[in-house]
């Protein structure tokens, strides 16, 4: 599968073997029995480029996310059979701050606690975090992250605000809706990196994090919808609008399904009881 993903990607046998720290012939090799096995072609060859049959890319789709499940594993093992297991938790940044100071402590209260490393991440890692084993559990919004094939349970729901630089002519209103904000020319809404690292197209300047956010706000380039809890982070060169008509913020806690980690589970318990 390693193999095979490598060729897919590069597209070219002499760059994927390299890649892989290995020489050529057997990689070549390794492909052709792989296609055997399966009965399936997977690459077009020509004397001048490689592509992807139809089964080709299915099965590319398909290794990528049973490497990752392999990874995750192996991380997880890992941490289960270190001397002190614990958990590590990621969450995002400046969120559900005051909700995760609870949570820490009423599960330190609890009989049997294991410590607790905290993730700090910038959006939409919390959700890599946990899919690749990096984490165990998970703080998440929707609709910001997904939880597909992820075990939830909600802890908080909460409306949106728009965030936009003091003294701009609609920091007085009392409210604005999405339709206004997508008129807004002179503060478009930023634009946040998707889970391969790129970015979608638009105007709004790129951001990675939620120090970056809030100063292009403060500089007139920017302005930005979030969660309610977050109006106590903001500064007074900051102005904020309730969103009525905004989909409400639902904080979740996540972990892998079927988890049979009893320290997870009395931390899930702990977060749903708060």
Partial sequence: MRYFVAVA?????GRAARRLSMAQPPLSRAIQQLERRLGAVLL?????AITLTEAGSVLLREARLALEAVEAAERRTRRAAADHPGIV???KAGASRELLSKLLDAYAATPSPVIVEVMLCGPGEPETLLR???ADVALLHHPYDTTAGLDTEPLHTEQQILVLPAGHPLSTRPQISITEIDTLTDLPLPRWPRRDGTYPEGPGPRVRDHTQLTQLITLGRACALMPESLR????????VIPVPDAPPVTTVIAWPPHSKSKPIADLV???THL
């Fill in 9 to 13: 990607e590069e597209l070219h046998f």
């Fill in 132 to 134: 690749n084993g990096s």
């Fill in 232 to 239: 106590a982070e903001l500064r007074d060169d900051h102005a």
């Fill in 269 to 271: 318990h702990t977060a």
């Fill in 89 to 91: 938790l990621a969450t």
């Fill in 44 to 48: 077009h060859r020509t004397t001048r």
